[in-house]
């Protein structure tokens, strides 16, 4: 586990991984840059092996290459830069230009400063695997996801799922309005990470879909998911990221002088910083808490798929789970074949085999390709080192072009890339003569 001093993720995988009979005895090594809340996770693990009757042998170290050493699975949740400053510096700077941002951590300028921080991180922990577990398969559950899997694929042969959650948990918000519960939904879903849509969505055979559009033209949906309702009601499918998120993806929702849109779509401004914020004042409590021998810890199964990857590629037991891979052989034929996409994946013995979709349809295909193209650019100068496709990955990103204009959004990337100044890849800081 790289970055476990995420301890509650780390917890709730932890316990999900080990509730496994079959990987009750695993070798687990926690990796951290943080020796405090590394030492936290290293004795919540003890606590959940014992909630659940396992067996581990579980190391915490400090020493990437020492955890990275002989690993079947790598499961990786770092943030790079951490909330502070990298983070806090993503929304601040923008918002001088008059940009605001809800999560931007997956699109529009603070998607793209998170990707540039990220992908070179990443890629030299692959470097590492590719020394020391050259047949791993790593489980990389950090953003911006589809730009790290993306960069990934170019630049090491190191076999990589990216996961998420934003499936799993649609669906049961969706059953939840519905009254239906969510284990009786059977559902298809493709597209791209934050923005993949349900395809299908059935009840015993019933679809579903009518019911969903007569909630939304009722106007009855909950205040937080008014965002994703109105794009039901526009492009006729449900999409899977939150409301929050996917209001920073279109031009449609975050208008300066706007503040009608903001309201009645119930859009959260600097929702993510609220939420570090909040996370940040609970650790010392939730620290004592977890480490309190005396406290319970409750251990529930998660609706992560990480576990079950893992279980179903040692016992070959077969899963279908939904992962971010690359669109080779154009699993999803009308978007380009080399971008990333999240399909269901069937997963055995033989690894993570993605679902051929073909055509989907094409008013989401074209809503899919606004984003595509932000992230292409992106990994197009994290590949190539060509700073100036950084601006030009902000110019298309749909959000960012409907708010500033051409010279702001170069001075907005200048701006940015500074004060990240050696999170920045060294290639991509200094503006070029030609610049």
């Not at 909630?51 to 020493?63: E, K, S």
């Not at 939304?216 to 009601?233: F, K, T």
């Not at 990221?241 to 849109?261: C, N, Q, T």
């Amino acid at each position: 586990m790289i970055g476990a001093g995420s301890t509650v993720f780390a917890k709730n995988l932890l316990g999900d991984i080990l509730g496994f009979p079959e990987l009750a005895q695993a070798d687990v090594r926690l990796f951290d840059i943080d020796q405090e809340r590394l030492d936290v996770t290293e004795q919540v693990a003890g606590r959940v092996a014992q909630a659940v009757g396992a067996r581990p042998t579980v190391t915490a170290t400090t020493d990437r290459e020492r955890a990275l050493d002989g690993a079947d699975f790598v499961i990786n949740m770092i943030q790079v830069g951490g909330y502070r400053p990298a983070t806090v510096t993503d929304f601040e700077v923008p918002k001088k230009y008059g940009l605001r941002q809800t999560i931007a951590d997956t699109l529009g300028v603070g998607g793209i400063m998170r990707a540039v921080r990220t992908v070179p991180v990443l890629l030299d922990m692959s470097r590492d695997m590719e020394r020391l577990c050259p047949d791993t398969l790593h489980l990389n559950y950090v953003n911006p996801m589809a730009m790290n899997i993306w960069g990934l694929s170019r630049q090491t042969p190191i076999r990589t799922v990216g996961l998420c959650h934003s499936v799993q948990h649609t669906a049961s918000e969706l059953a939840h309005d519905l009254g239906i519960p969510v284990e009786e939904i059977d559902y298809l879903c493709a597209g791209i990470n934050h923005m993949a849509f349900y395809l299908k969505f059935e009840h015993k055979g019933e679809n579903l879909y009518p019911r969903l559009m007569e909630l939304a033209e009722s106007g009855q949906v909950p205040a937080w998911n008014r965002v994703r309702y109105e794009m039901l009601r526009r492009l006729g499918y449900f999409v899977t990221e939150s409301s929050e998120h996917f209001s920073e993806y279109v031009p449609y929702f975050i208008k300066r002088g706007r503040e009608d849109l903001i309201e009645r779509f119930g859009v959260p401004l600097d929702e993510y910083p609220r939420r570090c914020e909040s996370q940040i004042g609970g650790w010392e409590e939730l620290r004592t808490q977890l480490q309190d021998p005396s406290a319970p810890l409750e251990v529930r199964r998660s609706v992560e798929y990480g576990s079950l990857i893992i279980h179903s590629v040692v016992t070959g037991q077969p899963r279908v789970v939904y992962g971010n891979v690359m669109n080779d052989g154009g699993l999803i034929s009308n978007l380009p074949h080399d971008c990333c996409v999240e399909v269901p994946c069937l997963v055995d013995r033989q690894g993570v085999q993605p679902t051929r979709i073909g055509r989907i349809p094409p008013q989401l295909a074209a809503l899919m390709q606004t984003n595509i193209n932000v992230q292409a650019l992106t990994v197009e100068a994290l590949v190539t080192g060509k700073r100036e496709h950084i601006y030009h990955a902000a110019m298309l990103d749909p959000h960012t072009a409907a708010e500033l204009d051409l010279d702001q959004i170069w001075a907005l990337v200048d701006d940015l890339l500074a004060e990240h100044g050696d999170w920045v890849p060294e290639g991509l800081r200094a503006r070029h003569a030609a610049d």
